[in-house]
């Protein structure tokens, strides 16, 4: 019984007991070679400004990977018209969650990924999805908290190994506003991914969190919308830079978006199909790239557009194993997705172009072949121009463009093949799979409501 219970627990003592090396490999090692380098530094010394970094991003993955958790829950809920308040739950039997078993990523791998009430899986969606977001917003607030990112901004001494961070007023605003921003974005992301469409409280909210906070306070607009840059620029007080910075920001997110649409979702068309599957995908994505274009501007879209998409390559076997929010429509067996498509791809990749942009910006910005406020105008107008063959080639890569579509062998069978389905469903998944009556259906691109007999939060 005790080796039993050893080995279910190996998992997270492997876990635990990796996390503590890199602590010590990263507070001791890096503290010895720094004294070799530094020789006006002791080893002792250095010890102490490398635990509080330590510390730091420590508390920054623990409280970000729970801002990824309620993600989850976002990205679950929202579309089907369900309250996002509440403690998280079992997916398959619906019992509340403990406290030790909420904690980010560390809760699944303790779990062994079951339920302990149940024993049955609970989908690796869930701590992929934290740890992603709690890397992406760590890495944020750490390059922001030091001092290494936001462009023009005074960098105090760091006075060799012993740096450390320095905290402001209006840096705590304006890191306040990118991690919120860019939350939104990753809630955007984690729905389009699933082939759902972007509820409209959702993308109300997020545009209201990515354009408010700059108009009521035009520091956090970091850069202005002018190009060149005005001389002795700074944004404090700019009210009127403000409104101009948001404006200019939302026109460039519709006209890129409209350019991407040619690959991405080329049947799309706000006039004659207003209300069609590839329209709803097109406004969705402009929504989703105006929030990337308030935070960085609309010099610097066009290079975070192409990020994105060289991303979207790279991040595809990773996008393969988080499984969509929704169980079998059609078949029992069969998948929601036979594959995420170039859209599913490229919305994911862009909250990480953001990250990216976010994190480095300081080092892009003085970069004179990156498009920015200081690069000169024909770095951005090929940059722009070169996002006009990104739909090119996100085509060839779109193999399924019907990918929401249920994967049926003869279309006049839709009906008796879906109430087939729901009769198998009920005989071989069992009552703990299936959500209360209540629940509201989730309407898809193609137009079809699904019964709520997914697992979620």
């Known amino acids: 019984m005790t080796s039993h219970r050893i080995r279910k627990r190996l998992p997270i003592l492997a876990t635990l007991a990796g996390l503590v090396a890199v602590v010590i490999g990263y507070v001791f090692g890096l503290a010895f ?88 899986p609970i989908s690796s969606r ?25 462009p023009g901004q005074f960098v105090h001494a760091h006075s060799g190994p012993v740096w450390t961070p320095r905290i402001s007023t209006p840096l ?19 729905i389009r991914i699933d082939g759902v469409s972007l509820p409209q409280k959702l993308v109300a909210f997020s545009l209201l969190v990515g354009i408010v906070p700059i108009l009521a306070y035009p520091t956090v607009m970091v850069v202005p919308w002018q190009s060149p840059r005005p001389v002795d ?29 040619k690959g991405l979702c080329p ?3 706000l006039k004659l199909d207003p209300l069609g599957r590839d329209t709803r995908k097109l406004v969705d994505l402009i929504a989703m790239i105006s929030i990337a274009a308030l935070l960085v501007g609309w010099q610097s879209l066009p290079a975070l557009i ?30 929601r997705f036979a594959e995420r498509s170039a859209y599913e791809t490229f919305t994911f990749a862009l909250p990480l172009a953001t990250t990216l942009h976010l994190v480095f910006w300081r080092v892009l910005w003085r970069t004179p072949f990156w498009p920015s406020d200081q690069s000169g105008p024909y770095v951005i107008v090929t940059a722009a121009l070169a996002v006009l063959a990104v739909p090119v080639l996100l085509k060839d890569h779109d193999r399924n463009q019907a990918n929401v579509r249920p994967r049926i062998d003869d279309e006049e069978d839709d009906e008796e093949a879906e109430d087939d389905n729901e009769e198998s469903l009920g005989i071989t998944q069992g ?12 309407e898809t691109d193609d137009g079809d409501h699904r019964g709520d007999h997914s697992p979620g939060p």
């Open 306 to 335: 192409l990020m994105a998409a060289c991303l979207s390559f790279l991040l595809r076997p990773l996008l393969r194993r988080i499984p969509p929010n929704e169980l079998p429509d059609t078949k029992v067996g069969t998948p």
């Open 126 to 150: 869930y701590p992929i999805v934290e740890a992603m977001v709690a890397i992406s917003l760590t890495a944020i607030g750490a390059a922001q908290l030091y001092s290494l990112s936001i």
């Open 172 to 190: 705590m605003i304006i890191l306040s506003y990118h991690a919120i921003a860019v939350s939104c974005l990753w809630a955007m992301a984690l």
């Open 431 to 442: 009552s703990g799979d299936d959500l209360p009556e209540q629940e509201r259906e989730a």
């Open 267 to 269: 049947t799309a068309d």
């Open 33 to 120: 070679l720094q004294s070799r380098v530094y020789p006006l530094y002791e080893f002792e010394q250095l010890i102490q400004p490398r635990l509080i970094e330590t510390l730091i991003v420590f508390w920054l993955l623990y409280f970000t990977g729970a801002i990824g958790s309620f993600l989850n829950v976002v990205a679950y809920r929202m579309p089907r018209a369900r309250s996002i308040g509440g403690r998280s739950m079992c997916p398959r039997c619906m019992s509340l969650l403990r406290s030790r078993d909420n904690v980010p990523v560390l809760g699944w791998i303790a779990l062994n990924g079951r339920c302990r009430s149940c024993s049955l």
């Open 233 to 261: 620029w700074f944004p404090d007080g700019k009210y009127f830079d403000a409104i101009m910075r948001v404006i200019t920001a939302v026109v460039t997110a519709a006209l890129v978006g409209r350019a991407l649409a």
